[in-house]
C-alpha cells in the first residue's frame, strides 16, 4: 500500500518528463491571445491550459504558481459572450455550442500580484479538443462496461456522427456562399443599369441645360 | 514518506487533468507585423507532422520557421499560403515554429495550424496486448484511420471555403461602395462641369463674342 521513496521518486520524474505537456507560447501581461474554433452547432469543446511564470531567481519557469489567474472569455458566431470566467493558474473551460459558425477563445492573464509578472514572460499550456475528441473512453468502457470491441465500435460512432455535424454545417456554410455570390450578381447588374441610365440621364440634362443657357445669353 | 505519497497524488491529478496531449490544432489571429511562436517540447525519434494553411487576411500568405532546441532551421518558408512539413526529432527538447506577419503593413491574418506529434494515443492507455489484433479489431482500426484521414479533408476544405467565403464576402461589399461611390463622382462632376461652362460665360458681360472675323 504505501509506495517506496524510490518508486514514488521514478514515477514523479516519469510525470515531469512525459512528453503530455503540450504546445505551449508565451503571453505578456496585459496581452489577450485569441483563438478561433470553427465548429458546428451542438458540439463539445473542452480547453485545458496550464501557466507557468518565468522566475528571475532560478532563471526558469516554475512549476506553478499560486495566485495567478487567467480570464477565459468565449464568443459565439453572434458575437454574444457565452463564457467569461476568471480560472487559476491550471483551468479546464468546457462549452457546447448551440450555432455554428466560428467561436473565439480568448485569454488573458488577471495575476493578483502584479510584481511577479515584472520579468514579463508567462508560458502558457494550451489544448483544445473539439467534438468526439472530447470523449474519454477509458471512462466510458469502464461506465457503460463495454467490451473492447463494443468500445471501438463506439468511438466509430462517435467519430461519424462528427463528420456527419460537419457536413451538415458545411451546407449551411455552402448556402450562405451562394446567397453572398447571388447577391453580388444582383447588385452588379442593377448598378451597371442604374449607372448607364444616370450617365444617359446627366448628359441628356447638360446638353439641355447649356443650349438653354447657350439660348439665353444669345451666343447660339 | 507522506508528504512524497502526496506529492504523488497531486501528480497523478495533473496528469489526469492534463492527459494525454500529442497533437494540437489552432487557428489564431495574427496582427500586422506581428509574429507568434509555439514551442514544444519532443522526444527523439517521434515523428512530427506541422501543417499550416492562412484562412484569411490580405493575399493569405505567412512566413512559417521551424527550429530545433539548438536553433538549427529545420524548415523556413516565406510567404507561403499552405504548407505541409514532416519530420523525425533528431534530439530531446524543445521545437519553436514561428508563424510572422511583419512584412504585412496593414493586414491582419488568421492562420491554422496542426502539429501532430507522434502517434495518437492507444484507446486503452494500459494496454498490454498479448496477442494480435482480431480481424474485427483490426477492421475497427483500420476504418477510424480512414475517418480520421475523412476529417482531416474536412478541415481543409472548411478552411479553403471560409476562404473563398471571405473573398465573396469583401467583393460584395466592395461592389455595393464602389457602385454608390462612382454614381456620386458621376452626378458631382457632371454637374460640375455644367457650372464651371458657365462661369466662363457669365463674366463677359462687356465682351461680346467675337463674331465672325
Redesign the interface.
Known sequence: M??S?PA??V??LL?WI?????????IGETEK??????IPDETMVIG?Y?TQLWDKQTSSFLPSTPGLGMHVEIKDPDTKIILSRQYGS?G?FTFTSHTPGEHQICLHSNSTKMALFAGGKLRVH???QVGEHTNN??EI?AKDKLT??Q???R??LD??E??QK??NY?RY??E??RM??E??NQ??LW?SI??TL??IV??I??MK??KS??EA?K?V | MYGSFRVLFQVLWAHLLWGWVLGSELTFELPDNAKQCFYEDIIIGTKCTLEFQVVTGGHYDVDCRLEDPDGTTLYKEMKKQYDSFTFTASKNGTYKFCFSNEFSTFTHKTVYFDFQVGDDPPLFPNENRVTALTQMESACVSIHEALKSVMDYQTHFRLREAQGRSRAEDLNTRVAFWSIGEAIILLVVSISQVVLLRSFFSDKKTTTTRVGS
Request: glycine residues 6%; positive net charge; proline residues 3%.
Open positions: 504505501m509506495l521513496v514514488a521518486g514515477l514523479l510525470a512525459h512528453p503530455g505537456d503540450g504546445l505551449y507560447f508565451h491571445k485569441c483563438f478561433i474554433e470553427e485545458k496550464r491550471d479546464r494550451l489544448d483544445i473512453y477509458p468502457a473492447e470491441l468500445l471501438r465500435v468511438q466509430l467519430q461519424v462528427q463528420i460537419e457536413q458545411q456554410r455552402e450562405r456562399f453572398t455570390s447577391s453580388t447588385r452588379v448598378w442604374a449607372q444616370i450617365l446627366t448628359g440634362w447638360q441645360h447649356l443657357f447657350f445669353k451666343l
